[in-house]
């Protein structure tokens, strides 16, 4: 599948990247990829942007099967990468986004609001814990985040498993807890 990573320098994005790079066509975009992700550049196209340059999403988006966002995204960069994609064949979405903050949770209905094929993942707390990759699909519920935490290595298979099957969780507003 050909997949574009946008904010390909994040957490998730880090354990997510190994689990899709040999099988599948991967572009990684974000700030100083050439850089920071430099040990890809014989598997990946590796692309420099910002999330608020439509013109630079739109670019590497394009041709794209499928897009994953792995950011906190607030109202605005929501409205940029989705005005971005909708200029693309690239129309499935999968993203990253929380409720800690009002911006983020409208950032996040951005998403599930426009007319792309999104699977929104609002984040409980999150946690670095090597060793704990299984996780459980659960509704996004605000109140119940303080309660259920997930690993960065459980999100990542979570986002790995719907690029095996995209008609997963299709424009669903979900959370994701430990199992």
Same mark, same amino acid.
């Given at each position: 599948?050909?997949?574009?990573?946008?904010?390909? @320098?994040? /957490?998730?994005?880090?354990?997510?990247?190994?689990?899709?790079?040999? &099988?599948? #066509? $991967? *572009?990684?975009?974000?700030?100083?990829? @050439?850089? /920071?992700?430099?040990?890809?550049?014989?598997?990946?196209?590796?692309? &420099?942007? #910002? $999330? *608020?340059?439509?013109?630079?999403?739109?670019?590497?988006?394009?041709?794209?099967?499928?897009?994953?966002?792995?950011?906190?995204?607030?109202?605005?960069?929501?409205?940029?990468?989705?005005?971005?994609?909708?200029?693309?064949?690239?129309?499935?979405?999968?993203?990253?986004?929380?409720?800690?903050?009002?911006?983020?949770?409208?950032?996040?209905?951005?998403?599930?609001?426009?007319?792309?094929?999104?699977?929104?993942?609002?984040?409980?707390?999150?946690?670095?814990?090597?060793?704990?990759?299984?996780?459980?699909?659960?509704?996004?519920?605000?109140?119940?985040?303080?309660?259920?935490?997930?690993?960065?290595?459980?999100?990542?298979?979570?986002?790995?498993?719907?690029?095996?099957?995209?008609?997963?969780?299709?424009?669903?507003?979900?959370?994701?807890?430990?199992?």
């Amino acid at each position: 599948m050909k997949i574009v990573i946008l904010a390909a @320098t994040g /957490r998730i994005a880090d354990k997510l990247i190994p689990k899709l790079i040999d &099988n599948n #066509d $991967l *572009t990684l975009f974000g700030h100083d990829v @050439t850089d /920071r992700l430099k040990q890809y550049a014989d598997k990946a196209k590796l692309i &420099n942007g #910002d $999330l *608020t340059d439509e013109a630079a999403v739109k670019a590497a988006a394009d041709g794209q099967e499928l897009a994953v966002l792995n950011f906190m995204a607030g109202t605005s960069i929501a409205q940029h990468v989705v005005n971005a994609l909708k200029q693309t064949s690239c129309q499935r979405l999968v993203v990253t986004t929380g409720h800690c903050s009002p911006d983020e949770t409208n950032g996040g209905k951005t998403f599930a609001n426009s007319s792309l094929d999104t699977t929104c993942i609002y984040m409980p707390w999150i946690r670095d814990n090597s060793g704990k990759s299984d996780y459980q699909v659960v509704s996004d519920d605000p109140q119940a985040e303080n309660d259920n935490q997930v690993s960065h290595e459980g999100v990542a298979r979570y986002i790995a498993d719907v690029v095996k099957d995209p008609s997963q969780d299709l424009n669903a507003e979900i959370s994701l807890k430990e199992a």
